[in-house]
């Protein structure tokens, strides 16, 4: 059973710092993205960052450029997400996100979903 649980959300103030964690279980990731995709309130999901598995190389959504950065430790079978000079704008649920190919995750689709982790930021 492939299982994707993320951790790290939380209420932080305007220009604060969260780091978001996904542990990834239930099958091989070697030929995935796995990134983040979040939902704000009243809004339909957005595309936020994705790393492939296999040898880092990372895609960002341009509002989170310069302030965000997805990583992931093979070893633990986790990605993270620092997330820096936090916004308001960039409250929502936060989901962790499996799919092959970085086009399905801009969409955003994945083949796989986190249960999410609320982020709010407070101005």
């Known amino acids: 059973q492939v299982q994707l649980v993320e951790s790290g959300g939380g209420l932080v103030q305007a220009g604060g710092s969260l780091r978001l964690s996904c542990a990834a279980s239930g099958r091989t990731f070697s030929n995935y993205l796995m990134g983040w995709i979040r939902q704000a309130p009243g809004k339909e999901r957005e595309f936020v960052a994705a790393i492939t598995w296999n040898i880092g190389i990372t895609y960002y959504a341009d509002s989170v450029k310069g302030r965000f950065t997805i990583s992931r430790d093979n070893a633990k079978n986790a990605v993270y997400l620092q997330m820096n000079s936090l916004e308001p704008e960039d409250t929502g649920v936060y989901y962790c996100?499996?799919?092959?190919?970085?086009?399905?995750?801009?969409?955003?689709?994945?083949?796989?979903w986190g249960q999410g982790t609320q982020v709010t930021v407070s101005s």
């Open positions: 996100a499996a799919a092959k190919l970085i086009a399905t995750m801009k969409i955003p689709r994945s083949d796989y």
